[in-house]
């Protein structure tokens, strides 16, 4: 197989309560955040698959831990296409192997091509996604002004015996209609012309999007003959993946597997694949499917030199472990508390005092404080120092308040998503420093890192027993 340079990608930028009990020592106001991760966490005791992956997260050097622990906006990078904000929901796999090569790759071209090219398939998925919600809303717009320029239709709607008989009474040969559905399209025709700059710059958008104004035809025939940005969608994550394993430290293979352990417990409910060879030159041999396929069940021979093919795919995640990695406080603060329900732990979340605190436990009398943290892990030491000692300073403030009010705390801690290899050292000195020391062992703090959390959460047993 002739060797192929990667091809080229975007620039992307660098990348409640518990459902147990009521908290019993101090009464705070709950907040609508407290409900959505109860919710979400209900939604998780419903669904094995959910349950099994907050249980996979948790274990000892777990590799989903690495991914799905990362910042949201490195997991679903952005970026801007002919002037259009895309995120890619996906998670992405590929064969990419990176040296260095005179030889263009195949698909790199292939790639170009999709992008310079007419683009009948105008955006993104994700962008398809916001134009179904911007039809959504021009036709309830439109319906709801349809409705008020007409006296019958209003008469119709105010009428409690309606039916098809009261209708075709009212409004028999539909002409004051007709007259009225034929204004409002002139005025769509005529988007300058319309008053509402919201609907405007709506229509404006849509109106951008070429494959609307070509017929059926011409878009079959554009879908033979070039890639369209759909079907393109596994190359488009290459640089999303590249960051993130570098970001997190990842071997390949363990990426691969963590993929592997995500498709088998049903984490994906859909998946768009991309098979393409280095060999063929002289005619591009490139296969797309929509089926969902395990990564390591892609080895496939190209159909007219039987070498083995490249592969990636992007995976799209189950709409509500989407919504857990969208969670405002981060998908750290869902897994934790999980892992609290899980270790029997009574907690008030998301408690309003001066401050807003994340996870306030109860130990029977003693309380624990514990705060998570979701930062951007693709920065360098001093990167993490400076955003632990922020950390700390905001902890400090809670635990002072909290002490203020009578409520003892036993304990303080900061949960990142910084893992303990690079973080436990920084941490480490950052505590004893002469700044923090004293406050630290007044309070009882601690710094740790995701993969400290287990341990960390079981000790509280003796806490427990202690109090």
């Given at each position: 197989m002739a060797p192929g340079a990667p091809p080229p990608g975007h620039p992307l930028p660098h990348p409640t309560q518990s459902a147990r009990a009521p908290y019993n020592v101090v009464t705070m106001k709950s907040t609508t955040i407290a409900t959505e991760l109860t919710n979400l966490l209900e939604?998780?005791?419903?669904?094995?698959?959910?349950?099994?992956?907050?249980?996979?997260?948790?274990?000892?050097?777990?590799?989903?831990?690495?991914?799905?622990?990362?910042?949201?906006?490195?997991?679903?990078?952005?970026?801007?296409?002919?002037?259009?904000?895309?995120?890619?929901?996906?998670?992405?796999?590929?064969t990419y192997v990176s040296f260095p090569s005179l030889v263009p790759s195949v698909m790199g071209v292939e790639f170009i091509s999709a992008k310079v090219g007419p683009k009948y398939s105008g955006k993104l998925e994700s962008t398809m996604e916001a134009l179904g919600a911007d039809l959504r809303e021009i036709v309830i717009y439109y319906l709801i002004r349809f409705i008020k320029a007409s006296p019958e239709l209003r008469e119709l709607i105010d009428t409690d015996d309606f039916n098809y008989g009261k209708m075709k009474q009212v409004l028999k040969d539909y002409d004051s209609l007709s007259k009225l559905i034929k204004k409002m399209i002139s005025e769509v025709q005529k988007v300058d012309s319309i008053e509402d700059d919201a609907i405007k710059h709506k229509l404006k958008q849509i109106s951008n999007l070429k494959w609307l104004t070509v017929g059926f035809d011409e878009i079959i025939n554009?879908?033979?003959?070039?890639?369209?940005?759909?079907?393109?969608?596994?190359?488009?994550?290459?640089?999303?993946?590249?960051?993130?394993?570098?970001?997190?430290?990842?071997?390949?293979?363990?990426?691969?597997?963590?993929?592997?352990?995500?498709?088998?417990?049903?984490?994906?409910?859909?998946?768009?694949?991309?098979?393409?060879?280095?060999?063929?030159?002289?005619?591009?041999?490139?296969?797309?499917?929509?089926?969902?396929?395990?990564?390591?069940?892609?080895?496939?021979?190209?159909?007219?030199?039987?070498?083995t093919m490249y592969a990636a795919i992007a995976y799209r995640l189950k709409p509500t472990l989407l919504s857990m990695i969208e969670f405002k406080d981060g998908f750290l603060a869902v897994a934790l508390g999980y892992l609290l329900n899980s270790e029997n732990i009574k907690y008030q979340y998301s408690a309003r005092g001066k401050y807003e605190y994340d996870f306030l436990c109860d130990l029977e009398g003693s309380n624990v404080l514990i705060e998570c943290k979701m930062h951007r892990t693709d920065v360098g030491d001093r990167g993490i120092k400076e955003t632990l000692q922020k950390d700390l300073n905001q902890l400090l403030k809670h635990v002072k308040e909290l002490k203020e009010k009578d409520i003892e705390i036993v304990r303080s801690i900061s949960i990142t998503n910084y893992n303990s290899e690079r973080m436990k050292e920084i941490a480490e000195k950052i505590l004893s420093s002469k700044k923090y020391a004293k406050k630290v062992n007044e309070y009882g703090v601690k710094l740790i890192s995701f993969e400290e959390a287990p341990v960390t959460i079981r000790n509280f047993k003796q806490l427990k027993?202690?109090?």
């Open positions: 939604l998780a005791s419903d669904d094995i698959s959910l349950g099994m992956f907050l249980e996979y997260v948790w274990q000892e050097n777990s590799a989903l831990a690495k991914i799905f622990f990362v910042n949201k906006n490195q997991l679903f990078p952005s970026f801007k296409e002919n002037e259009v904000e895309i995120i890619l929901k996906y998670l992405f796999w590929d554009a879908a033979i003959k070039m890639p369209m940005s759909l079907q393109m969608l596994p190359l488009w994550g290459h640089v999303v993946k590249e960051s993130l394993i570098e970001a997190q430290n990842l071997q390949r293979e363990e990426y691969t597997g963590a993929i592997n352990l995500a498709y088998l417990i049903g984490l994906f409910d859909s998946s768009h694949s991309l098979f393409w060879c280095e060999n063929c030159r002289d005619s591009s041999q490139v296969y797309y499917t929509s089926s969902k396929l395990d990564p390591y069940h892609v080895e496939m021979q190209c159909l007219k030199c039987k070498e027993q202690s109090s």
